[in-house]
């Protein structure tokens, strides 16, 4: 029995490394869905102090690759989104409550610092990650597959 029917749909996968991304990749090869997983750009450029957390983003990077040459004779295809700094998510929450302490800065000047490294010189939406997303699980992404897409408003580009 089903329980969920992903017959043209697309499956945002979180924790995609796990017993549960893969048991939902093989409900997606039965359904033909497209796969988007996400990550953060902590996989890509390792940060200070988080060798351990970039370390396991760096391998769902490797997952997604994986993943997309596994599935690809199913036409489905996985791409993974890679955000920076997001504003308004629960991870940036907690992270700058943490940084607020150790700076000891507001948060404020805690977000003004970390903008000073991004040339769009803000942090990404909530908005912008779906954007993206939903472009991926597009039609118009058909034809890409493996692929780990940064929404980082340029820094990932220029590796500050």
């Known amino acids: 029995m089903k329980i969920l029917d992903f017959s043209g749909k697309t499956a945002l ?21 497209t796969v988007v997983i996400t990550d953060l750009k902590s996989g890509k450029t390792g940060s200070a102090l988080m060798s351990h957390y970039c370390a396991a983003k760096g391998a769902i990077i490797s997952f997604t690759q994986a993943l997309a040459y596994e599935l690809a004779d199913y036409n489905i295809n996985v791409n993974c989104v890679c955000p920076d700094i997001t504003d308004n ?10 940084y607020t302490v150790n700076l000891q800065m507001p948060k404020d000047e805690v977000v003004k610092k970390f903008t000073a490294k991004i040339p769009l010189k803000r942090l990404a939406t909530v908005q912008d990650v779906a954007a993206v997303t939903a472009s991926l699980a597009s039609a118009g992404a058909d034809y890409m597959t493996g692929q780990s897409v940064n929404i980082t408003g340029g820094r990932e580009c220029i590796n500050l």
Do not use: R, Y
């Open 13 to 33: 996968i979180t924790g995609a490394a796990g017993a549960i991304g893969k048991a939902v990749a093989q409900q997606l090869i039965e359904d033909g869905a």
């Open 89 to 98: 998510s629960g991870v940036w929450t907690n992270v700058s409550a943490g």
